[in-house]
Nanobody, 117 residues
Framework: QVQLVESGGGLVQPGGSLRLSCAASGRTFGDYRVAWFRQAPEKEREYVGWITWNGVTYYTDAMKGRVTISRDNARNTVLLQMSSLKPEDTAVYYC???????????WGQGTQVTVSS
């Protein structure tokens, strides 16, 4: 079992940067792949990207080139570094975890990111 807690959200101006953190409990966190999702008001939840247990990353086209996902298994933490933020990036950002071959069964509570001047 893994429990996830996101932090780092807030208000940022267009063009700004923000780093979100996903802190996990559980001694086997290193076995899990971790994804970042986001959900804007009245829109479907969508992937931002994910990172495998050994650090391979994948990013969706919407944010490719503007985000970096990294992980520190010793600290049970996954980071989402975002830059060149746009108003359309405004959403609640969630991290989720899954063992290889499994669904995203573990979710955090989300953190709000608002991009506005």
């Amino acid at each position: 079992q893994v429990q996830l807690v996101e932090s780092g959200g807030g208000l940022v101006q267009p063009g700004g940067s923000l780093r979100l953190s996903c802190a996990a409990s559980g001694r086997t966190f290193g076995d899990y792949r971790v994804a970042w999702f986001r959900q804007a008001p009245e829109k479907e939840r969508e992937y931002v990207g994910w990172i495998t247990w050994n650090g391979v990353t994948y990013y969706t086209d919407a944010m490719k080139g503007r985000v970096t996902i990294s992980r520190d298994n010793a600290r049970n933490t996954v980071l989402l570094q975002m830059s060149s933020l746009k108003p359309e990036d405004t959403a609640v950002y969630y991290c989720a975890a899954a063992l290889p071959g499994s669904d995203w069964n573990y979710w955090g509570q989300g953190t709000q990111v608002t991009v506005s001047s």
